[in-house]
């Protein structure tokens, strides 16, 4: 999009204006070029643009703006039935559960942590949720705070939710590998750290339901999910 249009003038706020000008300003580059923008009229059209160029693997997603100037993006999203390890409660209401801390069984019977999910859907779910895991709370050497401060209450692995998300990050902002902790289910110790190896972060994810129907193994709740 046009931010500054030259000489500091606000941009024009139809964005076919806008589109011309940066048409204009990069007309002719070799590094940096203008996305493939296209008119359509209909909901079909979209569609029909989405298979083309995203069902394909051609691009990621699509960046849809109407005529009253609304902007929606439309993307693939993933689903993962993951195993929860532990979870935290709101501050304001303790039957509720605030956030779920989320791994994926490996081959061996290890649990890699994938990220978490605060997007639990309604107050009522949040309740539920809280309710099932209280009896699974077990004492455990490995610790870990929430993006609020809290530490997640631990849980054995017998809780499996399914979550979806837009994507499934590898890297990081510089390029480098995102590592987060693998775990192993002692009976006395209960979690124990094993080590820290590559996976992937969850962007944007959110509980689509619980999976009473699974349980957390090498198969129901696998690694090779995300690959």
């Known amino acids: 999009d046009l931010v500054c249009a ?33 008119v359509v009229t209909s909901a079909a059209d979209v569609k029909k643009m989405y298979k083309t160029y995203v069902e394909s693997d051609k691009a990621e997603g699509l960046v849809v703006r109407s005529a009253d100037a609304r902007v929606f993006k439309i993307k693939p999203t993933y689903t993962l039935d ?29 649990v890699q942590l994938v990220g978490a999910c605060g997007n639990l859907a309604s107050d009522k779910d949040r309740k539920s949720i809280k309710k099932a895991l209280e009896p699974l709370v077990i004492e455990s050497r490995f610790r870990r705070g929430s993006s609020s401060g809290a530490l997640y209450r631990l849980t054995k692995p017998e809780f499996v939710v399914e979550i979806e998300c837009t994507d499934l990050q590898a890297l990081n902002a510089d390029g480098d590998s995102i590592n987060n902790w693998a775990l192993e289910m002692d009976s006395k110790e209960g979690w124990m750290p094993l080590c820290q190896v590559p996976t992937v972060s969850l962007l944007h994810p959110r509980l689509v339901r619980v999976r009473s129907d699974k349980s957390a193994n090498a198969i129901d709740t696998r690694i090779s999910q995300v690959s």
Do not use: H, M, N, W
């Not at 000489?7 to 002719?28: F, H, M, N, Q, T």
């Not at 993951?82 to 290890?110: E, I, N, W, Y």
């Open 82 to 110: 993951c195993v929860v390890v532990g979870f935290t409660q709101r501050s304001d209401d303790a039957a509720q559960a605030r956030s779920l801390l989320l791994g994926l069984t490996r081959p061996d019977g290890s």
């Open 6 to 38: 030259e000489g500091g003038v606000v941009p024009p706020d139809s964005y076919a204006d806008r589109l011309a000008e940066i048409e204009r300003v990069l007309k002719g580059g070799k590094r940096v070029s203008v996305i493939k923008t296209e």
